[in-house]
């Protein structure tokens, strides 16, 4: 579990206890309210004081900008949370991606640990005056035959991913095998460092990551270079771990303080709710839920019981079962957990309008071209959307850029 990315962030907002108003639809529709949050970035409603001084706690540890003292690097991508996540709001994503790189030796993959894979940093701390050692960003390796690029991704909403049960995932892959016709996604068992056990994995490209207490200690480490107790090894740089005897801070730079605030604070920021909704948007549901997109961007999911009651059993919308499926050519290659390099797991759709760049790379800058790179467990729905009518087409775009 060396090196997963998970990008966090936040950017520097007015701290606002979530509102929200209501507003009707467009082109007409009076017949159509629609309830949305007052700011993409807020906090859960119905939070207790004390849950709501936790999540603005959190949000200052989101805000931080590491330095050289705090453990910085040495070698990382970025010093604080928001460098990498900044659009629209605390909680969204941004055009940062990350590069990661390995290779497959005899058609068995290889992270190439040892040269600093899987994840490039690609920044390095400097030392001041007197400086014993200079540290170099890390550069991909000429041994490396797989590299891929990965999109920054919003986090709005994962407490309540986080607060689903293993259960209702493992459920929707016997209801998907259980259909017959091709479609059928697995779950990614990871390992939960705090269970010591394996579970369902759910964050992360691959659902590599199972808890959210671990996918920010995760991103502590391996984009900003902090050790804490679940991550206490400092990255290698280039995989040379005689240069870490340099770096300006070889304790525990986080006692899981840190961790466990920046972790309150993603558990309760609010999920984004729909936008107004159009008579193209509801007939492009309707469509979306025809040609089979749905199978996959289930759209409604909920959690199981929990001690905080804005978490408690409650009904979410991501459009997506984060489960693995083969996505044949759009698979990146890479391999995490028990996944294969043609899987990856189904993108959550729900703040799709907040979202400029599609797919894990970034590639696709438009819906359009996001459908139609789709492949493998996908090729179906894509070919039945190619089928449709150009005006049944922009009503199924009308319906994405809704959510």
Known sequence: MRRFT???????????????VR??????NAG???TVPQFPGSLLAGLTPAQTSSFNAGRVQFLRAWNNIDGLGPVFNERACTD?????AAGGGSARNVTRFATRVGGVFDPLTSLGGSLLQDHAITGGPGAQHTFLPEHVPAQATIVVQRRST??????????????????????????????????NMTDNLRAGTKTVGRFGWKAQV????????????????????DFPSENCPQGNCAELVFSPVSAMNDDGSAVAMITNYMMLLAAPNRGPSTPDSIAGEQIFESIGCSECHVSTLTTGSNAIASLDRKTYHPYSDFLLHDMGTLGDGLEMASSTGAEMRTEPLWG?????RYLHDGRATTLEDAITAHDGQAAA????????????RAQLIAFLRSL
Do not use: M, W
Request: net charge negative.
């Open 154 to 187: 919003p986090l709005f909403g994962l407490g309540l991913v986080d607060a689903t049960p293993d259960s209702v995932f493992v459920t929707l892959a016997a209801l998907q095998a259980a259909r017959g016709d091709g479609v059928a996604g697995r779950v």
């Open 84 to 88: 990498c996540h900044n659009a629209p």
């Open 352 to 356: 799709l309008r907040f979202v400029t």
């Open 32 to 34: 159509i309210t629609q």
């Open 6 to 20: 998970i990008v966090v962030f936040c950017i520097s907002i007015a701290l606002v206890s979530y509102a929200q």
């Open 210 to 229: 199972p808890t959210l207490v671990q996918f920010s200690g995760d991103a502590l480490l391996n984009e900003v270079g902090i050790t804490s107790p």
């Open 381 to 392: 729905a894509k070919s039945r959307y190619t089928a449709l009518a150009a005006s049944e």
């Open 23 to 28: 507003r009707h639809a467009v082109d007409g």
